[in-house]
T-cell receptor
Framework: AQSVAQPEDQVNVAEGNPLTVKCTYS??????LFWYVQYPNRGLQFLLK??????LVKGSYGFEAEFNKSQTSFHLKKPSALVSDSALYFC?????????????FGAGTRLFVKA | KAGVTQTPRYLIKTRGQQVTLSCSPI?????VSWYQQTPGQGLQFLFE???????NKGNFPGRFSGRQFSNSRSEMNVSTLELGDSALYLC??????????????FGPGTRLTVL
């Protein structure tokens, strides 16, 4: 079965430093991968997705993610973190199910950016 | 363009009662999915609707049901509420027919508390 793993419950980084939030996946076919961010008392906001093509995907708010097929990873990155980036980040994969597709989410990684 | 709206935002019920949550997708979006978010289980897929038809269903008991109307608005119903049903219920809409590359746009959620 398809699955997504986010190995870190929490990531701490100083403002201005680069940040990485890790994600690994397991799929039987082509991977369709997504990153979402959730701020307190809010729904999920779409950041970026990988469907095919370039391994480096650029998304909203300066975030990017690198798809690595050999390592089955899709890590989220940002060159310079902001305090306002502090939030809960979810990696997700679209999985074909009996009737169509569904989204499987990782457990989430809480990012703290310290000023 | 207005985003996904969910009503009500907060709800308090007692065990044994039933509840109906509403979701209005982004204009033009025809696919609506529902998710349950809890601290222990994370984000779990409930069901997906497209053109008034349930296309996919997660592993939830029959107490959880939903429907979609001709204007793409969707409702989900939980009957005989249990304490464990306390959660944030998120609705997401997407443009197309629930394919693998669809980007889902989430509403702010309905926070259900069961006492």
């Amino acid at each position: 079965a398809q699955s997504v793993a986010q190995p870190e419950d929490q990531v701490n980084v100083a403002e201005g430093n680069p940040l990485t939030v890790k994600c690994t996946y397991s799929v039987s076919g082509n991977p369709y991968l997504f990153w979402y961010v959730q701020y307190p008392n809010r729904g999920l906001q779409f950041l970026l997705k990988y469907i095919t093509g370039d391994n480096l995907v650029k998304g909203s708010y300066g975030f990017e993610a690198e798809f690595n097929k050999s390592q089955t990873s899709f890590h989220l990155k940002k060159p310079s973190a902001l305090v306002s980036d502090s939030a809960l980040y979810f990696c997700a994969v679209r999985d074909r199910d009996t009737g169509g597709f569904k989204t499987i989410f990782g457990a989430g990684t809480r990012l703290f950016v310290k000023a | 363009k207005a985003g996904v709206t969910q009503t009500p935002r907060y709800l308090i019920k007692t065990r044994g009662q039933q509840v109906t949550l509403s979701c209005s997708p982004i204009s033009g979006h025809r696919s609506v999915s529902w998710y349950q978010q809890t601290p222990g289980q994370g984000l779990q897929f409930l069901f997906e609707y497209f053109s008034e038809t349930q296309r996919n269903k997660g592993n939830f008991p029959g107490r959880f049901s939903g429907r979609q109307f001709s204007n793409s608005r969707s409702e989900m119903n939980v009957s005989t509420l249990e304490l464990g049903d306390s959660a944030l219920y998120l609705c997401a809409s997407s443009l197309a027919a629930g394919g693998p590359i669809d980007t889902q746009y989430f509403g702010p959620g309905t926070r259900l508390t069961v006492l």
